[in-house]
Each structure stands twice: as structure tokens, then as C-alpha cells.
């Protein structure tokens, strides 16, 4: 009877011997195996890369006299005989009873008489590494000299001097990005709440795991992500959510991406449709940790956008006018995914996703043009905000990590929006104005982009952008716009839970998103087919297919627990 074919579970059992490549180091039939499975030899090729990261860490060098005490207490001192309390210690272990029992009567008449005994201090002990016993004592070869301490000068007597405290730099005061012209003029602009991450203290944005927990930590739990959902509304859209991803599990392919021909798809947008997937699945708190079915179909699809990297420009994706689009999709769910095993201190996926976020990162520098925005492709001559906000919130999601992008990326990107804006809260496509699909879209996209830059906005573009996506509620749209949706969805359920010092603009900001909200389930609820997955119908749906229609879809519901 032939032995059982290995699995993937085999391969991991020997994923540090095929990653060093070691001779004999696992069987033949599980490194064939790890050879032409794709998922496992990506996990190989990625453990090898941090074994790399590994050996390049620097060595420690021991102590001054560690030698000798290592050999001190294996009583091997050269020259020497052993040290006084071993030789002892075996003269005594090997004592007749009867002789061990006198010198116990004799110690206790002798403490009993009140004779003082002279005691002697015992040697430190020391726990050796490197296979020798743990406790084992020995004594010191030579004593530690004392620490001298520096003289302390005198100090002048009298309070300390208080130093001059230099006056706040006004919002006012300071002078404009030289990008664009300001729409509204000088004072006019009022600073929004910021988000979550940039109201993180310098203290603990220095901690990595501290601002994943910050940021995405809500999303490992069942219940807080249902705590939410229902606090939000969304209670009822917990079926639906499960359904979406089931089909999406269903018709994931070997390479861990989805087909785009399969369901109606242009497979230029390969790339990008696998992140949206994945980002669907990273709302729901699955990483490239666990074994679970949403975890093991989560790591595939990381695994698939990692190995898309171009190493040499950093770019994800093929090649192609709309390549951006792809990259910062897969940037900003490689960011979901590596702030997910940050939250969890899962070292292993953290230092094998980390080196491509920061491939990524530098890439968009290197793209961003020189308005501040981002076109279809490095290279373009002209920026829209529809590729730049995609962008935005990559680079969002990096920098709350640690991936920092250069100085004045950001600062870019936030005198592109502000030279599109409009007093109205509408962000035009190429220029202030131009809206050549509907203002709806670009302002829910623009809007969730200045957000995460913190961007300042004009008073009452708020309200108006409020009143504009009111106009194009999803049960209400003939031509259904899952982009407009998911940005609009974000926008308003983030003003809704902000917490503002104007109670009338937060009642007006809690009733505007109770109405969308109920038209989004209105529309979507109803209309997922029985295999779980929504049909193409959508503005896009001739470029992305059915993957992009379900993969949408369930990140509008996922919104509130996101």
C-alpha cells in the first residue's frame, strides 16, 4: 500500500528546512510537493526571505570573562584543579551515612551553644546557555571593579529657569501649498475631527502593534465587529456579508486570485479584483494567520499580490495604462492585511508582508506627478482624483503602520484635492468642476481621501456634499455605481460617529446616514442571487464582472465594522 500523498500541512511541518534549502532537510515527495504547489512555495519563497532578514541581524558578543566562567563551571580550568566547592561537594555526596549524621549533630550543638559561625558569601549563580545545566555555580575569576560615579557639580540655588513658551502657529498663519489655487480664501477653511490615527500620540505611533490595534484591532473579534454592525444599523446584513464571502471562498482559483474571464471581467484588472476580494475578507478580521476557510482564503489571496510585485519598480500588477488602479489596491489590502498580524504580533507574516508595503510606498512617490496627484499609469500626463484617492488611502494605511512614505508625498497629494475642491464639497476629476461621470462619486471619493489626510474643508462643503449623495441614493440609482457606494457609504458613516462639538450638525450627520443606509440595504439585500454573489449590473460591471459586483457589494455592508 503506497504512503498518502504529502499536503500542504507537511510542507509547513518542514518550512524552515526547504526555505534554507538544507540537503536532506525533508523528504523528496514533500519538496515536490512545495515545488508545484503554488500557495506552498510562495509561503517557502517568503520564509526564506525572513530567514534572510534573520542572518543579516547582528550577532551579540559576550561578556568580558564569559570563557572562563563557562569553563569555570564545568570545573575545565586549565592548569588549575577544580574549584574548592566541587571538590567538596563530590567529597560529601560520597560520605557514609554515618559520618554525614555527626556533622549534622555537631552543626546543631555548636548553633544551640550560640558559637557564632563565620559564614562565607556563595558565589553568584549563573544560568549558562549552550547545553550546560541550568543553576550551575562557579566562582568569579576576578571581582568587578566598582563603578565610579562622575562628580555632581553644584547647582545654583533657587528655582529652575522657565523657559520662554513660544506662541501656537495659527491655522491662518500659515502660508498655502503652492499647488492650486485655494477656492474659498484665507480664513474661510475649518479643521475637521482627524481621523484615528493621526490623533495617536507620537508615543504610541512608535509602537507598530499599538497603532494596528488602534486602527484595524476592532476587527479581530466576532463581537466587536457585530457590536458595530448593530450599533450602526447594520445588524440584519450579517447573512448577506457571509453569503458574498462564501462564493467568493467557492470560486477563488490555485494561484489564489479570481478569474475575471470566468465571471465578466477584463483580466487587465486581475490584480485589482483579487485585492478587493482580500479587503473583503480582511473586513472580517481574516489575515494571513489562522486556519479557518475565510483566514486560509485570505492568506492565497495575499500570497497571489505579493508574488504580483515587480521587485525592481515596486509596482503591483501587469504592465498596462490602468496599472495604478491595480497597485493601490493591492497596497492598501496588503496594509489591511499586515495591520491584521500586527494586531495579533505575528512575526512570521508581519516581516514577509512589510518589505512589499515599503516596495509599494516608494513606488507611488516615484509615480506621483508633479500637481500631487496620480494618473492611470507612471508616466501619465495628466492626474484625476478617481486614481489619486485609491492612492491616498494606501498611503494611509501604510503610514499608520510605520511605512512612511517621503517627505512631501503627502503634502502633495493634499494640494491636488485642494485644487480640485470646490465650496460645495465637490472634488472635480482633472480639474475644479469637471464631472465627467456625476459630482457624487468624486466627492464621496475625494472626501474620504482629504479625511485621511486631515485636510481642513470649506465651511458648509460638508453639508452640501451631504445633500448631494442624498440625491444619488442606492435603492433610487437606474445605473447602480458600487465605487459611489462604498465611498459614500465610508464618508457618511464616519461623519456620523464623529463626535463634533455642533449637536444640530451631528443630528443632521446621524439622520443622513440612517437614510443611506437603508436605501444601501434596500438595494443590495434583495438583489443577491441564491449562489450568494451579485450580478454584474453595475457601472463598471463590463470591467470587472461578478467578482467586482460581490466583492463591492459586501464591503458596503462590511462599512460599520470596518
Known amino acids: 500500500m503506497s504512503a498518502p500523498a504529502p499536503t500542504c500541512a507537511d510542507v509547513r511541518e518542514r518550512l524552515v528546512d526547504l526555505a534554507r534549502g538544507a540537503p536532506g532537510g525533508a523528504e523528496p515527495e514533500i519538496a515536490a510537493h512545495a515545488a508545484s504547489c503554488p500557495a506552498c512555495r510562495a509561503e517557502v519563497a517568503a520564509t526564506a526571505e525572513v530567514l534572510a532578514l534573520v542572518r543579516r541581524l547582528p550577532q551579540p558578543a559576550p561578556g568580558p570573562g564569559f570563557r572562563a566562567r563557562v569553563l569555570r563551571a564545568a570545573g575545565i580550568v586549565s592548569g588549575r584543579r577544580p574549584a574548592v566547592r566541587v571538590y567538596l561537594r563530590d567529597r560529601i555526596r560520597n560520605a557514609p551515612i554515618w559520618a554525614a549524621a555527626i556533622v549534622a549533630h555537631a552543626a546543631v550543638f555548636l548553633v544551640l551553644a550560640g558559637i557564632a559561625i563565620t559564614t562565607v558569601v556563595a558565589p553568584r549563580t549563573v544560568v549558562v546557555a549552550g547545553g550546560f545545566e541550568s543553576g550551575t555555580e562557579f566562582e568569579e575569576e576576578t571581582p568587578i571593579p566598582p563603578i565610579e560615579k562622575p562628580p555632581i557639580p553644584d547647582a545654583p540655588r533657587g528655582p529652575l529657569p522657565t523657559p520662554p513658551i513660544p506662541e501656537l502657529e495659527s491655522p491662518a498663519d500659515r502660508p498655502p501649498l503652492p499647488v492650486g489655487p485655494d477656492p474659498v480664501g484665507p480664513g474661510a477653511r475649518t479643521r475637521p475631527p482627524r481621523p484615528e490615527w493621526e490623533r495617536l500620540p507620537l508615543s504610541r505611533r512608535s509602537d507598530p502593534h499599538a497603532s494596528a490595534m488602534a486602527w484595524i484591532g476592532r476587527r479581530l473579534t466576532t463581537e466587536s465587529r457585530m457590536g458595530r454592525r448593530t450599533a450602526a444599523g447594520g445588524d440584519a446584513w450579517t447573512e448577506p456579508i457571509a453569503r458574498g464571502l462564501a462564493w467568493l471562498r467557492a470560486t ?311
Request: with cysteine; glycine share 12%; proline share 6%.
Open 252 to 562: 477563488q482559483v490555485e494561484d489564489g486570485s479570481w478569474d475575471p474571464a470566468a465571471h465578466g471581467g477584463s483580466a487587465e484588472y486581475r490584480v485589482g479584483l483579487a485585492a478587493l476580494a482580500l479587503l473583503a475578507f480582511a473586513a472580517e478580521g481574516a489575515g494571513a494567520v489562522g486556519e479557518d476557510a475565510n483566514s486560509v482564503t485570505a492568506r492565497r489571496a495575499a500570497t497571489f499580490l505579493r508574488e504580483s510585485q515587480d521587485r525592481e519598480t515596486g509596482l503591483f500588477g501587469p504592465a498596462g495604462a490602468h496599472r495604478l488602479y491595480n497597485h493601490g489596491l493591492a497596497l492598501l489590502a496588503l496594509a489591511e492585511v499586515h495591520g491584521l498580524d500586527l494586531a495579533r504580533r505575528h512575526a512570521l507574516g508581519t516581516m514577509a508582508l512589510r518589505p512589499a508595503l515599503e516596495r509599494g510606498v516608494a513606488a507611488l512617490a516615484r509615480a506621483q506627478l508633479p500637481g500631487g496627484g496620480w494618473g492611470y499609469a507612471p508616466g501619465a500626463r495628466t492626474a484625476d482624483t478617481s486614481v489619486t484617492a485609491w492612492q491616498v488611502e494606501a498611503l494611509a494605511a501604510c503610514r499608520i503602520l510605520g511605512v512612511d512614505p517621503p517627505p512631501g508625498v503627502l503634502d502633495g497629494a493634499r494640494a491636488w484635492l485642494r485644487s480640485v475642491a470646490d465650496p460645495t464639497g465637490r472634488f472635480g476629476y482633472r480639474r475644479r468642476g469637471d464631472h465627467p461621470r456625476g459630482a457624487a462619486a468624486l466627492a464621496a471619493a475625494g472626501a474620504v481621501a482629504a479625511a485621511l489626510l486631515a485636510e481642513p474643508e470649506p465651511e458648509g462643503a460638508a453639508e452640501g456634499r451631504t445633500a448631494l449623495l442624498l440625491r444619488a441614493l442606492p435603492a433610487s440609482s437606474p445605473d447602480p455605481d458600487r465605487y459611489l457606494w462604498w465611498h459614500a457609504t465610508t464618508w457618511l458613516h464616519d461623519r456620523a460617529t464623529e463626535v463634533g462639538e455642533d449637536e444640530s450638525a451631528q443630528a443632521r450627520a446621524r439622520a443622513a446616514w440612517t437614510t443611506w443606509r437603508v436605501a444601501l440595504g434596500k438595494a443590495l439585500v434583495p438583489s443577491q442571487e441564491a449562489d450568494g454573489s451579485w450580478a454584474p449590473r453595475d457601472r463598471y460591471g463590463e470591467i470587472g464582472g461578478r467578482v467586482y459586483a460581490t466583492a463591492m457589494s459586501v464591503l458596503c455592508l462590511e462599512t460599520p465594522s470596518r
